[in-house]
């Protein structure tokens, strides 16, 4: 799992010890991802199927792409298509992806990566792995997540941020056997260096064997926590949750994770988590297929302009003008 990572977790900041009298958020319910398949055929995990959009808000969807070892000419990608009225999230773990828009934009990432667009008024793109991975395979492994956008901001004019990975804000849990890479928002004073729309931190990190971390937490966000790989425990009471399962917490200041001292051979760099956490929009959601908005007329309108090409069309593979 290459994602980021420095060879001493000590040198990086630790996050503040917390006081007594915070309130560790309690575990709201626990789901299991069911498996499908996405685009042109990779598998993926719906991490939030069954789980009430009320809870989720200001998130939508996310998938966990992989994790996949591809035998010479199986990579597969997503074949061209829109969106309108929120956000993408691509983080790649282990991989390559190149993305292309109908405007010319787009480009690639790699481990540790992120690419996070905003697809606002209204997108065309493609996600597929390089010529050179199609042809020699390898290891893929990633997630989506798709982040609502309030009424105020569907309409924004679409833009690409592209997120390096050695940009991405580290610290380290109190006992060091934690390493936290905070990709956006504000988490135990780093600054991740995603720039969103709707308030909101998204963490990726991975804890070892028998260690523990607690985290603090905006009080007025919700939390979100994913298990990509790994056994561990999480909540005041260390809940027992393991690989592709999604904890939904309820409300206080801090979150506490913990990894089980035994894990399985395949998962021996511990429990790697995604943690999410937003500021609820609490607006109406029309939502269907690649297109969330407030009402079912905007939908019908979103649909219309696609079918139309006023979300633009596609272009030939590799014609890319460049980061918009």
Known sequence: MPAFTVPDVTVLPPVPALLPSVIQ???????????????????????????????????????????????????????????????????????????????????????????WMTAGSGILHIEA???????????????????????????????YQDLRSGAVALL??????????????DVAGQVGPGSTHTPMSMVHATIAPGAQLELPWRPDFNALVYVMSGDGFV??????????????????DALRLSAARSQQARHAAGLDVVILGGAPIREPIAWAGPFVMNTRAELMEAFEDHNAGRLGNPVPHGDVGGQS
């Open 25 to 115: 958020r309690p575990v709201v319910s626990i789901t299991s991802a069911p498996s499908a398949f996405e685009g042109e055929g990779f598998p993926v995990k719906r991490a939030f199927a069954g789980v009430d959009l009320k809870l989720l808000d200001p998130f939508i969807h996310m998938d966990e792409m992989g994790e996949v070892e591809y035998a010479p000419g199986e990579p597969k990608g997503t074949a061209w298509h829109p969106h309108r009225g929120f956000e993408t999230v691509t983080y790649i773990i282990d991989g390559i992806f190149d993305h292309q828009d109908s405007f010319g934009g787009g480009g690639t990432i790699t481990d540790g990566d992120t690419q």
């Open 129 to 159: 792995p390089p010529e050179h991975l199609v042809v020699s395979g390898g290891l893929f492994h990633g997630f989506q997540l798709w982040v609502n956008l309030p009424k105020s901001d569907k309409l924004l004019a679409p833009r």
């Open 172 to 185: 380290r849990s109190g006992d060091g056997g934690a390493l936290v890479r905070v990709i956006a928002g």
């Open 235 to 252: 909540g005041p009471s260390q809940s027992p949750i393991g690989t592709g399962q999604l904890a939904v917490l309820g409300r206080g």
